[in-house]
Structure formats: structure tokens, C-alpha cells
Nanobody, 121 residues
């Protein structure tokens, strides 16, 4: 069993920044990549960013490009999502995921419990 624990969400104002963290209990061959997803009320869950544990190419959805940065700390088994210039439309529950692949080819194997991000105008 692989456990993922997110933290760092909360209420912010438009233009503010937040950094989400996700601690993974262990890394296995079934989770050689990490991803952040988000789900707003009444909408489907969408992928935000992906990163391989070994380093290399990261992926961002169009709305996140230039504002969000995904990174990982192998020693801490932790993945981060730095979110800058937040907009009200970024409001959602953000989920950390462990899996394989990148971008649209990413396949989740494990999920965290989610952390709420609320951006007010």
C-alpha cells in the first residue's frame, strides 16, 4: 500500500501564491511518476501537472503553464506544486497522485485525500 498525504491548501486572494506538498510513503515501480489533479464543484477531475521521480520532462495543463511549477524532493519522498498568480478559477480540491507516464499518458495508481484551494477575487 502506498499512502499519499497532501497539505498546503487554504483560502487565498487572487494574485496570491500557495505551495502544495504531497508526501509519499514509498516509491515503487508502479509509481515512478507523480501528478497533481484538481476538481472543481460540478466539473470532472483534470490533470494539472506531472513529473517523473527520476527527473526529466514535466507536463502542465495549459491553464497552469507559466504560473505553476511541479517539483520533487527524492530524499523526502515529497512532491510540490508551487502555484503563483492564483485566479478564482483555480479554486478546486487538489489531489496528489502516484502512478506512471506523463501528461495525457499518465495513469494513476494511488491517490491522496485532497486539499482544498479557494481563491477569492
Amino acid at each position: 500500500q502506498v499512502l499519499l498525504v497532501e497539505s498546503g491548501g487554504g483560502p487565498v486572494q487572487a494574485g496570491d501564491s500557495l505551495r502544495l506538498s504531497c508526501v509519499v510513503s514509498r516509491r515503487t515501480v508502479s509509481n515512478d511518476a507523480m501528478a497533481w489533479f484538481r476538481q472543481a464543484p460540478g466539473k470532472e477531475r483534470e490533470i494539472v501537472a506531472t513529473i517523473p521521480w527520476r527527473g526529466g520532462t514535466t507536463f502542465y495543463t495549459d491553464s497552469a503553464k507559466g504560473r505553476f511549477t511541479i517539483s520533487r524532493d527524492i530524499a523526502r519522498n515529497t512532491v510540490y506544486l508551487q502555484m503563483n498568480s492564483l485566479k478564482p478559477e483555480d479554486s478546486a480540491v487538489y489531489y496528489c497522485s502516484a502512478g506512471t507516464g506523463s501528461g495525457s499518458y499518465y495513469r494513476a495508481a494511488y491517490w491522496g485525500q485532497g486539499t482544498q484551494v479557494t481563491v477569492s477575487s
